[in-house]
């Protein structure tokens, strides 16, 4: 999405009155006021700050036959400057920036965890905060082995990257987020979806090979 795609136009009851942008970095911020229509038929004028920096894909690698998942651990300032742990443990993840969502999370994982990994499934999309994210991430789960490894992983140089590929049992996963050490949204929506599904127990519980 781009300040392109706003104009005066109305859809879900919205009315775009103005849209201007606030700044333009490695990101952009907007500002956009509308006018809403409410349920009991009155309208609202509300002004609202969003940032783009485009939509973005995941995949969580597990494997079937030793019960464990790949995950990464990076820094992320957000969650520091919060007064948490800065070093989080995600899923492999990045901007879709030319490609399709499959293929950039096909590149981001061969990137920061060395796996080529082969079939993927679309678990969900989701937009992660749409109170004032215009990013919408497509989240996936793939299998591996260990003859998947065609590098160690760790992320690009040149873009700056400290990964630390881990991996660890699915159980363990599970456990670290009721413990509070795995706070990623994306990352716990794809192993709370990958508990659902019932691929680590054997079962096609929560699947249609139709998808």
Not at 72 to 80: D, I
Not at 81 to 97: F, I, K, M, Q, T
Not at 130 to 159: F, H, M, N, Q, W
Not at 164 to 184: C, K, L, N, P, S
């Amino acid at each position: 999405m781009t300040s392109s795609d706003f104009g005066d136009k109305t859809r879900d009851g919205v009315t775009i009155i103005a849209h201007a942008e606030v700044f333009v970095g490695w990101g952009r911020i907007t500002s956009t006021t509308i006018d809403l229509a409410t349920g009991d038929g009155a309208t609202v004028r509300q002004v609202r700050e969003i940032y783009d920096h485009g939509h973005a894909a995941c995949v969580l690698p597990y494997d079937r036959a030793s019960g464990c998942v790949m995950l990464v651990r990076q820094f992320r300032l957000p969650p520091h400057l919060c007064g948490d742990e800065g070093w989080l443990l995600e899923v492999p993840a990045g901007l879709l920036d030319a490609d399709a969502p499959e293929a950039a999370a096909r590149r981001e994982a061969a990137e920061e965890t060395g796996l080529a990994l082969g079939p993927m499934r679309l678990a969900f999309a989701t937009y992660p905060s749409p109170g004032s994210l215009t990013e919408k991430v497509s989240c996936y789960i793939a299998p591996y082995t260990a003859a998947d490894r065609i590098g160690p992983g760790g992320g690009l140089a040149e873009e700056t990257e400290a990964i630390e590929v881990v991996e660890m049992a699915f159980a363990e996963a599970m456990t670290m987020i009721a413990h509070g050490r795995i706070i990623d949204a994306k990352t716990i929506l794809l192993l709370q979806h990958l508990a659902l599904s019932g691929e680590m127990t054997g079962t096609s519980a929560g699947f249609s090979d139709s998808r």
